[in-house]
């Protein structure tokens, strides 16, 4: 095995001086101050694009940040948009309804328009991802529903939902409202 020794500038201090081993003139000083002087200047002018580049990259970064804002405020502003030319087919139905003289409705064309008003606004809110939480039957999951009360039942078993207070919404599996629910538990 042979041992290899890497030269450093410490071990041969010549190699860094360009007049090693003979005597500088003053042309030979000229001539070396000038090329040092065009490398401070070409670095110089290097450093001056790099800076110019990051400015410009800072206004591009600026421009689209200040782009972003301005399309997130106008998506806010009209996110609801289409749910709102939805429900004005709902409104629309309201107000036919009510377009009917008092003395010619009958308690059954009321009842009628109500439900198709009511089937009209379930479209509207699934078209939109808006679901019913109906748990009639089902066991009780706090994660979607919200107990008010417990009956003891022998017909069901516990942790049952018995009864059905108020039916709750969730938006694309995110809880809107709880259904409020009354749960069976043990008739002991």
């Not at 500088?24 to 000229?30: S, V």
């Not at 591009?60 to 749910?83: G, T, W």
């Not at 009209?120 to 999951?141: A, R």
Request: glycine share 4%; proline share 5%; net charge negative.
């Amino acid at each position: 095995m042979t041992n290899h020794k890497i030269e450093t500038a410490d071990d041969n201090p010549d190699e860094l001086n360009p007049f090693a081993g003979k005597t500088p003139d003053a042309a030979d000083i000229d001539d070396e101050l000038q090329g040092m002087e065009q490398a401070v200047t070409a670095a110089e002018q290097e450093l001056l694009q790099h800076r110019d580049a990051m400015l410009r990259m800072q206004a591009e970064m600026d421009n689209l940040r200040k782009r972003l804002i301005r399309d997130q405020e106008r998506s806010r502003k009209f996110a609801l948009e289409n749910v709102m030319k939805d429900l004005l087919q709902v409104r629309d139905s309201l107000e036919r309804a009510l377009e009917i003289p008092a003395e010619k409705a009958s308690v059954e064309s009321l009842r009628e328009g109500e439900q198709l008003t009511l089937k009209l606004l379930t479209k509207v809110m699934n078209d939109h991802g808006l679901e019913l939480i109906d748990p009639q039957g089902e066991v009780f999951n706090p994660e979607w529903h919200e107990a008010v009360a417990m009956l003891p039942s022998a017909e069901v078993a516990e942790n049952t939902v018995l009864n059905v207070m108020q039916k709750g919404f969730r938006l694309h599996d995110r809880l809107i409202r709880p259904a409020m629910v009354v749960v069976a538990k043990n008739p002991q």
